[in-house]
């Protein structure tokens, strides 16, 4: 599990509902089944209208890689990559057939499969960046999904808002119902403030740079095949793709 995306969310949870708490607010105040209806409610249907379903269904799919980081990392990329190549310098290019045949990752038996065919090199960097624009295009579809959705809900909260103040407005004469229209009129609104900014809108950074992530692992995969089919030295293959790995972390951080 990522630990960082529990935690916010634990923090961001714990400072609304701990804040209000300290300041006094009995916590079944901030409990309204009918605000939450709106806000949830509105927000879906708003970010449905907005994507095609296959783009909400993979958006839906890509939900878990904000909470759990990809299985495979940076280093074992190039581990394997290390062993294609040693394997390779052994037995030849034909010899990592095997290895397409077993290797889990789609995008890695493309490659390795294109450089059993003995396909040109530049022909190969082309067919396999395609691949990576194509990966690129989706990743970024599942993040547009989350924005979309935390730039709705804020909205969606007022709307709940100006309706529960019509429902206070429309029974001025029964004091007993004001309560009740008032507490949904504002926490339709918090409701709405806390599922952009504590949900919707971190996950979509979440997705982004999961994206950024898988995507330099794609990159590091064609420049490491590549160089197997150039015939490289597998050492220096190793401290190639750790220089790419390097340059790579330089991005993130900036």
């Given at each position: 599990?990522?630990?960082?995306?529990?935690?916010?969310?634990?923090?961001?949870?714990f400072?609304?509902?701990g804040?209000?708490?300290?300041?006094?607010?009995?916590?079944?105040?901030?409990?309204?089944?009918?605000?939450?209806?709106i806000?949830?409610?509105?927000?879906?249907?708003?970010?449905?209208?907005?994507?095609?379903?296959?783009?909400?269904?993979a958006?839906?799919?890509?939900?878990?890689?904000?909470?759990?980081?990809?299985?495979?990392?940076?280093?074992?990329?190039?581990?394997?990559?290390?062993?294609?190549?040693?394997?390779?310098?052994?037995?030849?290019?034909?010899s990592?057939?095997?290895?397409?045949?077993?290797?889990?990752?789609?995008?890695?038996?493309?490659?390795?499969?294109?450089?059993?065919?003995?396909?040109?090199?530049?022909?190969l960097?082309?067919?396999?960046e395609?691949?990576?624009?194509?990966?690129?295009?989706?990743?970024?579809?599942?993040?547009?999904?989350?924005?979309?959705?935390?730039?709705?809900?804020?909205?969606?909260?007022?709307?709940?808002?100006?309706?529960?103040?019509?429902?206070?407005?429309?029974?001025?004469?029964?004091?007993?119902?004001?309560?009740?229209?008032?507490?949904?009129?504002?926490?339709?609104?918090?409701?709405?403030?806390?599922?952009?900014?504590?949900?919707?809108?971190?996950?979509?950074?979440?997705?982004?740079?999961?994206?950024?992530?898988?995507?330099?692992?794609?990159?590091?995969?064609?420049?490491?095949?590549?160089?197997?089919?150039?015939?490289?030295?597998?050492h220096?293959?190793?401290q190639?793709?750790?220089?790419?790995l390097?340059?790579?972390?330089?991005?993130?951080?900036?």
């Amino acid at each position: 599990m990522d630990l960082s995306t529990l935690i916010g969310i634990a923090l961001g949870l714990f400072a609304v509902f701990g804040g209000a708490a300290l300041e006094g607010l009995h916590m079944s105040a901030l409990i309204q089944p009918t605000a939450a209806i709106i806000v949830l409610g509105g927000t879906s249907a708003a970010t449905i209208v907005s994507f095609p379903l296959p783009v909400l269904m993979a958006a839906v799919k890509d939900l878990k890689k904000v909470f759990m980081p990809p299985k495979e990392d940076p280093e074992a990329v190039i581990k394997n990559i290390i062993n294609y190549a040693a394997k390779a310098r052994r037995n030849g290019l034909i010899s990592l057939e095997q290895e397409a045949q077993t290797v889990k990752d789609s995008f890695t038996k493309k490659g390795i499969s294109l450089v059993v065919d003995g396909i040109d090199p530049q022909k190969l960097r082309e067919t396999m960046e395609i691949e990576l624009t194509s990966f690129e295009s989706h990743g970024k579809h599942s993040a547009e999904v989350f924005e979309a959705a935390g730039g709705f809900a804020p909205t969606i909260g007022i709307i709940g808002a100006v309706l529960g103040l019509i429902h206070v407005m429309s029974n001025l004469s029964d004091p007993s119902k004001l309560g009740g229209g008032i507490a949904v009129a504002f926490v339709a609104t918090i409701y709405g403030l806390m599922t952009a900014n504590i949900f919707c809108i971190p996950f979509g950074t979440k997705l982004k740079i999961r994206l950024k992530e898988e995507l330099l692992q794609k990159e590091m995969v064609i420049e490491g095949l590549i160089a197997i089919q150039n015939g490289e030295n597998p050492h220096f293959i190793e401290q190639k793709l750790r220089a790419y790995l390097h340059d790579g972390g330089e991005k993130k951080g900036k």
